[in-house]
C-alpha cells in the first residue's frame, strides 16, 4: 500500500451526544472540544449547520499532517 501525505487545512474535534425521544423526536448536544462552545439542536441537519458554523482560518503552518483513509480498511 502506498501512503501519500496530505496537508489538512485544520483539524478540530467535536464530541456529540444523541438522545432518541419517546415521541419519536430526537435530540442533539455538539461540543466543540477547542473552543468549549456548544448547542442543542433538534436534528442532524442542524447539528452539521452548527459544526459547519464554526470554520475558522487557520495558517498553513499550523495545519496537521494527515493520512487518507485507504478504501480497503473501510
Do not use: C, N
Not at 425521544?21 to 473552543?35: A, F, K, T
Not at 459547519?52 to 480498511?73: L, V
Amino acid at each position: 500500500m502506498v501512503q501519500v501525505k496530505v496537508q489538512v487545512k485544520r483539524y478540530d474535534s467535536f464530541l456529540l451526544r444523541y438522545w432518541q425521544l419517546h415521541d419519536d423526536g430526537q435530540r442533539l448536544e455538539i461540543e466543540h472540544i477547542q473552543s468549549g462552545a456548544r448547542t442543542r439542536v433538534a436534528s442532524v441537519a442542524a447539528a452539521l449547520a452548527w459544526i459547519g458554523d464554526r470554520d475558522r482560518p487557520a495558517s498553513a503552518d499550523d495545519a496537521p499532517t494527515a493520512w487518507p483513509i485507504d478504501e480497503r480498511e473501510r
